[in-house]
């Protein structure tokens, strides 16, 4: 017969013993029996109030969750001719968001035989990987896609 390590509800070990048992001692005490640990040898049970553990898992769920960072991937758009004006708009653009710690994908598209001139998107990528150096690096080269031209910068880790 299968017997579990039982923990009473102030964090005291009562020792190994079968399941039936456990269960008897938890309800005697006004509480419920349940498995933390079904992975150990033998299993982890506790005697608690069930609403109460449940409520304290969701709360450290919770707590767990506002501290994970979510990294969004942001897109900036340009074409092989873009004007000098634009460019320095949008590689600034792109070094702010960065600097706030998350990913930008630039994308050159291009628009009818614009596509035979590919040495222009990739000129272009070059200058913003340079510009762009002690904010992010690129994850990859440029890739072709069709008729655009994309690269995605991760921001520097800081140390």
Request: net charge positive.
């Amino acid at each position: 017969m299968k017997e579990v390590r039982v923990i009473d509800e102030e964090g005291e070990q009562l020792g190994i013993m079968t399941p039936q048992k456990a269960i008897a001692i938890a309800r005697e005490r006004g509480y419920d029996l349940v498995e933390v640990a079904p992975q150990a040898q033998p299993p982890v049970c506790r005697i608690v109030d069930f609403g109460k553990y449940l409520y304290e898992q969701k709360k450290r769920a919770h707590e767990a969750k506002k501290k994970q960072v979510v990294i969004e991937v942001k897109e900036i758009k340009f074409r092989p001719m873009t004007d000098e004006h634009d460019y320095n708009f949008k590689m600034k653009h792109a070094k702010e968001i960065l600097t706030d710690g998350n990913k930008v994908k630039a994308t050159v598209r291009f628009r009818g035989r614009e596509i035979t001139h590919k040495e222009l998107g990739m000129q272009l990528l070059d200058r913003l990987e340079k510009d762009l150096a002690e904010s992010g690096s690129p994850e990859f080269r440029p890739r072709v896609e069709g008729m655009q031209m994309t690269v995605i910068f991760s921001p520097k880790k800081e140390k």
